[in-house]
């Protein structure tokens, strides 16, 4: 059973940065993708795909929403998986999760992840 863990998450100030992690405690090796997904507060807004990085090519993929903001980066040693947020928006606020697959052909579809972290929440304020 794979598990992951996030955290990182906080309070930014519009422009500001913030760093998630996403460490995968167990199975790992059965993984070949990270992902990132972000779940904004209002339930009628859609989760969205935030990046995506194959740990063994190390290979990446973002959402058209952050693409020059955020870099997923990621270290199969350390089992661990980072998001680099910069220059902060207020449509960034949503709870993130990091998810994990062993075959992922499109990158934004969270059909595709087989397992989940619980979520760490990231607010941005002016």
């Known amino acids: 059973q794979v598990q992951l863990v996030e955290s990182g998450g906080g309070s930014a100030q519009v422009g500001g940065s913030l760093r998630l992690s996403c460490v995968v405690n167990?199975?790992?090796?059965?993984?070949?993708?990270v992902g990132w997904f972000r779940q904004p507060p209002r339930a009628e807004d859609a989760s969205g795909f935030v990046?995506?990085?194959?740990?063994?090519?190390?290979?990446?993929h973002y959402g058209d929403s952050v693409k020059g903001r955020f870099t997923i980066t990621g270290d199969f040693g350390q089992r661990s998986v980072w998001l680099e947020m910069n220059d902060l928006k207020p449509e960034d606020t949503a709870k993130y999760f990091c998810?994990?697959?062993?075959?992922?052909?499109?990158?934004?579809?969270?059909?595709?992840?087989?397992?989940w972290g619980r979520g760490t929440q990231v607010t941005v304020s002016s």
């Open positions: 998810a994990t697959g062993r075959y992922i052909e499109h990158p934004s579809d969270p059909n595709e992840y087989l397992h």
């Open positions: 167990s199975g790992f090796l059965s993984t070949n993708y």
């Open positions: 990046a995506l990085i194959n740990w063994n090519d190390q290979k990446t």
